[in-house]
């Protein structure tokens, strides 16, 4: 066991505390291997890009997968691809793509882990034609806390594949797993932006671009008010059929050094941010060639970008509702953050579609998703968060808990009511500091009435 360093094993919001233990993998696997772990002590980390508590255990210990990163095979005629649970994902696409394949789903960033990926069952700007990362898991090694080590595919041990795709890191530690990757004529993709007027003119544009494109996302001007209010641009994109299939070097020379006193993403600077994103991005409807890293991962050309939100960090809020309701809901979640006096610096709108997730638990789920960065403003902000929560769920919605440091338990009920399945097949030695005020606080709660009889 080792003390963790300040920044070293936090998480990506930077506005809960950081581990206060870690233990290497080696260790750790060693540990399992024994039988001797004690219950609730571990916790899988990977990168580091869950804004929330999912990646932590203040209880316990985070293991460190960053060194089992590996990638053990690939086949260049299937685009089967195996490789350790720390593997980045940029290292999957560096050395995929010469041979023509790229990861089939994509987050935001490119440095999660294979792991973590499966772990939160990961969703990209392609939900509605590929469903989420979990889909495209062939099969996966698992190692649990009595020493068994377990290859798990929809064929064998289906339960803990379906319990662990999804399963935020609490059915046992990913050791590996093998992906399928899709084949694509290039890394390049011919991107468009299409303005949209308001919210309305999104929504009638959305189910028309998801046919025609493999990716779609909008991105809102959340500040915008008056006659512009609910205005954005929505963006689509394919593969080019004639582009590079070099991966490009991951990284930035751009970086934030250092956490600044203050919160440097206030109002006044995403206001002016805002108006020339706008201008920018949709001052041509034509398409244009961009590069992958620049459509898929534009944020991670800063390195460190979150510490631009200050001492306190920042809390994300991401929901889905349904399409029913969408018109009515994804307009209140904005209202609400204009009426507290927040701005977002991130504000993403996008549909899921009805692929559904080999997943015992997965947020994507049909409808539409909001997702809203929020500097931590303390109680005025969780003030905030909670009535996202509470229109989100009055709208049939759930709230995403990799994403989440705060929710109450009865949010996170609503929004995933079979989380017993889970909790049946969690391994004992393993737990984080969101199943622990979540999950675990309604199984107190559950059976507090029957102990007291």
């Avoid at 250092?258 to 006044?268: E, G, I």
């Avoid at 209202?335 to 610096?345: D, I, K, L, V």
């Avoid at 005025?380 to 705060?406: C, F, H, M, Q, W």
């Avoid at 009511?417 to 559950?446: I, M």
């Amino acid at each position: 066991m080792v003390r963790a360093g300040a920044e070293r094993f936090g998480s990506f919001g930077l506005a809960t505390p950081p581990a206060r233990r870690a233990i290497p993998a080696d260790k750790a696997i060693a540990l399992l291997q024994s039988g001797a772990a004690r219950p609730g002590s571990l916790i899988g980390y990977g990168n580091g890009r869950s804004y929330g508590d999912s990646c932590q255990n203040h209880a316990g210990m985070v293991v460190d997968m960053r060194p089992l990163n590996r990638i053990r095979s690939f086949d260049a005629e299937t685009g089967v691809i195996e490789a350790d649970a720390g593997a980045l994902l940029c290292d999957i696409i560096a050395h995929a793509a010469p041979y023509g394949f790229f990861p089939a789903v994509v987050p935001g960033t490119q440095f999660v882990t294979l792991g973590g990926a499966i772990a939160n069952d990961v969703h990209g700007k392609n939900h509605h034609r590929r469903g989420t990362f979990g889909c495209h898991v062939e099969s996966l090694t698992l190692l649990r806390s009595d020493g068994r080590t377990c290859r798990c595919s929809e064929t064998s041990n289906a339960h803990l594949f379906r319990a662990t795709i999804g399963g935020m890191g609490l059915t046992g530690l990913i050791l590996s797993a093998s992906i399928r990757l899709m084949r694509v004529p290039s890394l390049d993709v011919v991107e468009k932006a299409t303005r949209f007027r308001d919210l309305g003119e999104f929504f009638d544009l959305a189910d028309a671009a998801d046919q025609a494109n493999e990716y779609a996302v909008a991105w809102v001007d959340q500040l915008a008010g008056g006659h512009g209010r609910g205005r954005g641009l929505l963006f689509t994109g394919n593969h080019a059929e004639h582009g590079s299939h070099a991966a490009s070097r991951a990284g930035s020379r751009l970086s934030v050094p250092v956490r600044p006193p203050f919160n440097m993403l206030n109002r006044r600077f995403l206001t002016v941010f805002n108006a020339a994103y706008r201008w920018k991005k949709g001052r041509s409807p034509d398409p244009r060639r961009a590069g992958y890293q620049g459509f898929f991962f534009p944020l991670d050309g800063i390195r460190d970008w979150n510490r631009l939100y200050g001492p306190r960090g920042l809390f994300q809020h991401q929901s889905v509702v349904p399409e029913a309701a969408a018109r009515r809901a994804v307009p209140a979640l904005l209202e609400a953050a204009r009426r507290a006096g927040q701005g977002s610096f991130l504000t993403v709108l996008k549909r899921f579609g009805d692929v559904p997730s080999p997943a015992l638990l997965s947020f994507p789920r049909p409808g539409y998703t909001l997702t809203l960065d929020f500097p931590n403003r303390g109680e005025s902000t969780l003030r905030l968060l909670a009535e996202l929560d509470r229109i989100t769920i009055e709208a049939g919605g759930a709230v995403n808990p990799y994403k989440d440091a705060r929710m109450r338990s009865e949010i996170f009920a609503a929004s995933f009511p079979q989380w017993r399945r889970l909790e049946a097949l969690r391994d004992p030695a393993f737990l984080s500091s969101f199943w622990a005020r979540t999950a675990k606080k309604l199984d107190v709660e559950c059976n507090a009435p029957a102990a007291a009889e």
